[in-house]
């Protein structure tokens, strides 16, 4: 299977602290996306890495994406209760489809 | 801009009824279409996508079927639900970036 494998499957922090979740594929990528998910909603896109880039940042979130070592991390910085949520790694291989991680679920700890 | 509806939000069917889910979307054109389907806690599995209208592609054989009879509109059917076909069922649409876009979700029970 293509499918990413994100790690830690779960993680719980203090608010304030930093998350950091993994996730690894095994075939190259055009490009990898992070995407986060709300119990019981819809997914939502949170950054694209492109297969040339290493790093990325958008606002608290920074994305790194190391292809000769197949993986990608994702920081959230300063956490906050509202970063409560299940967050996934997408890869395009330039099929016209994302082929999605398993996911991490990540607690905010008030 | 644009927004994706997808309906109802909640179903309960018994086994052997028929499924109908509909998704639409509004303020594109020709967008590709994608249905999955998400286990609890778990991942995403791609059931179907469309990249045009009658243009389906079926990702794993299974008990569904898809269709798209107008650009913005995508359905999902089944003749006779299992209960393995229980699940959190998410429509989403991509233009011409590579961003996808989610509906809110269909969560579909089956006893």
């Known amino acids: 299977s293509q499918q990413g494998e994100e790690d830690p499957q779960a993680l719980s922090i203090q608010e304030g602290e930093n998350a950091t979740m993994n996730c690894s594929y095994k075939t190259s990528i055009n490009n990898l996306q992070w995407y986060r998910q709300n119990s019981g909603r819809g997914l939502v896109h949170l950054i694209l890495i492109r297969s040339n880039e290493r790093e990325k940042h958008s606002g608290r979130l920074r994305v790194t994406l190391d292809t000769s070592k197949k993986s990608s991390s994702l920081l959230i910085t300063a956490s906050r209760a509202a970063d409560t949520a299940s967050y996934f790694c997408?890869?395009?291989?330039?099929?016209?489809?994302?082929?999605f991680g398993t996911g991490t679920r990540l607690t905010i700890i008030p | 801009s644009q927004t994706i509806h997808q309906w109802p939000a909640t179903l309960v069917q018994p086994v052997g009824s028929p499924l109908s889910l509909e998704c639409t979307v509004e303020g594109t054109s020709n967008p590709n279409l994608y249905w999955y389907r998400q286990a609890a806690g778990r991942g995403l599995q791609l059931l179907f996508y469309?990249?045009?209208?009658?243009?389906i592609s079926s990702e794993v054989p299974q008990n569904l079927s898809a269709s798209r009879p107008q650009d913005r509109q995508f359905i999902l059917s089944s003749k006779k639900l299992l209960l393995s076909d229980s699940g959190f069922y998410l429509c989403?649409?991509?233009?011409?970036?590579?961003?996808?876009?989610f509906g809110p979700g269909t969560r579909l029970l089956v006893l």
């Open positions: 469309s990249v045009g209208i009658g243009q």
């Open positions: 997408a890869t395009d291989f330039g099929n016209e489809k994302l082929t």
């Open positions: 989403a649409w991509r233009g011409q970036g590579e961003t996808q876009y």
